[in-house]
């Protein structure tokens, strides 16, 4: 059944905003009205990464971009005469690609999950002080973050480095061919790990050290600074899409941004967790903290605001293991709902879920799941449900350090593809984190974000509709001791591996 929360377009109140959303498995579309509603109907290509055990996490650029001209298409040809005042696009964070003179890709674009540069990130957190850089640009050393992968691309493709014209996240690519014109948001920048968070500019020691000339870098635009476009270039857009002849262009910004917005995380009252692929826990501050925590980052966003927390690479991914590998098929559907709602047991295998490397809190990125308490009588419900108390874990291990500096949230908002598939996941949540969880159930609530943030600058006055969200679950006050000796174990294993 649709949600009342969307509307035909006959309904919609003026300007309109087309939104996109490059996430990790898939681009989408959609467009909004004032009110920050979603109108008619919706765009989706799927997509999956390249990966492959030495770290290779990666897609083509070309194949993104015809995704999101086809999505355009689709959507256009639905608006009919109706324009549109905004574009506004996301996409998934810590992307890199290098483009030459003429815009056209050198490499493919390396997603944030690349971890093929592990041994310049060695290198960087003995040459640098990573509490310093953590610091200044709110960024740890890590695979995901440009510093170290510039340097390893370096190393294995030099030719690349000779022949660079810009390096771009993917955004800043598809902004590129879209409209000719060369620009970054300032979320997207920050991602990277090269920007100072007290100044939202380009950090230029950081870029030096790098090794790339800061001339190749895009200009930083910021939320309300829309990107110009060439007359030449209107013209070519009006041609194939007559309905964005005098649309408004906008940066491209970051998932994570969006998604916390289109959750209702739009201030410090509210803390936005997405589960979807990958996970997050954030806060979207207007005073940064001058000191943060070793687990967190802390990401420029634009001019008055910055965007407080951590990030987990494996939360969907960690699920999709555990449905293939405990072949949960055979399970069934309501036995697996079962072991997952009962009350907790201590004889539940501790998982730590770092499929994919570990980015908050400990920043490991050669970090492998681990599986303590495996026995033989341990059916797949209960592994299963060892990965989802894990995935919960790691979510309290942000939410510990975000509390430190980000004390007033008093709400959690939660959203994404995991939320709505195994929502039983959000109990276990609410009773590791000892947080209230209410989960935001409108679909593409990233996009919702993207829009909202467009509409600031295209429709300040406009009232926005408020998301359709489910029944608020609140912390079993039975559970805490299980969690917290959980918590514990779950720190012990981890310092005892990964420290």
Known sequence: ???????????????????????????????????????????????????????TSEIDPDQILDEVRTLVDELAGALGDHEVAGVAMDTFASSLLVVDEHGSPLTPCYTYADGRCAEQVVQLREELSEENLQQRTGTRVHSSYWPARLRWLAKTRPEVVRAAGHY????????????????????????????????????PELVEISGIDPRRLPPIHHLDQPVPVAEAEQKVIAKRWPMLAQATWFAPITDGLAANVGLGAHDETAIGASCATSGSLRVLVREMPETLPTGLWCYRVSHDRALLGGALNDVGRALAWADVTLAVDQVGAQALSDALTAEPHPTTPLVLPFFSGERSTGWSADARAVMVGVTAASAPAEVYRGVVEGIALSYARIASQLREVAPQPEKLFAGGGVAADRPELMQVMADAMRTPVTPVTIKRSTLHGTALLALEVLAPDVRRAKPDRGETLMPDYHRRRYYTERFGRFQRVYEALFD
């Open 1 to 55: 059944m649709a949600s009342n929360f969307d509307i035909e377009l006959k309904d919609a109140v003026p300007p309109l905003v087309l939104a996109l959303d490059v996430g990790s498995s898939a681009s989408r579309g959609m467009v909004y009205d004032a009110r920050g509603r979603p109108v008619g109907k919706r765009a989706k290509v799927a997509h999956t990464f390249t990966t492959a055990h030495d770290g």
């Open 168 to 203: 771009l996240s993917l955004g800043d690519y598809l902004m590129l061919r879209l409209t000719g014109t060369l620009a970054t948001g300032t979320s997207t920048a920050s991602w990277t790990g090269l920007v100072d968070r007290h100044t939202a500019d380009w950090y």
